[in-house]
């Protein structure tokens, strides 16, 4: 299992970036995938997270109304929409899966067995 992320790099406050994580080895279908991100000296917190039944989609509170996660199963990625981005959201962005997660563990890393390499957010002006 694979998990391919790209899409960051350096962007001006109030600007928008798009990531996408490449999913091989495993299929969507059935598969609870998630971001997450860490900034330097912090501890890895989520972003955002599709469960695997039901699509139900869940994001960080703090990121509400600028972010959007969603999948395209035909091509096996996942795709995180970043508005309005702050310097505050400057980070390494991880996308991760797990085939065995329930909804209630769906924002803790541990729950996750693969995990992309990461692609890093910069938001400075």
């Known amino acids: 299992v694979q998990l391919q992320a790209s899409g960051g790099g350096l962007v001006q406050p109030g600007g928008s970036l798009r990531l996408t994580c490449v999913a091989s080895?495993?299929?969507?279908?059935?598969?609870?995938m998630a971001w997450f991100r860490q900034a330097p000296g912090k501890e890895r917190e989520f972003v955002a997270g599709?469960?695997?039944?039901?699509?139900?989609?869940s994001y960080a509170d703090s990121l509400k109304g600028r972010f959007t996660m969603f999948k395209d199963i035909t091509k096996n990625t996942v795709y995180l929409q970043m508005n309005n981005l702050k310097p505050e959201d400057t980070g390494v962005y991880y996308c991760?899966?797990?085939?065995?997660?329930?909804?209630?563990?769906?924002?803790?890393?541990?729950?996750?067995?693969?995990w992309g390499q990461g692609t890093q957010v910069t938001v400075s002006s």
């Open positions: 991760a899966a797990s085939s065995r997660i329930i909804l209630s563990m769906l924002r803790v890393p541990s729950s996750y067995g693969y």
């Open positions: 599709i469960f695997r039944t039901g699509g139900t989609t």
């Open positions: 080895g495993l299929t969507l279908r059935g598969i609870t």
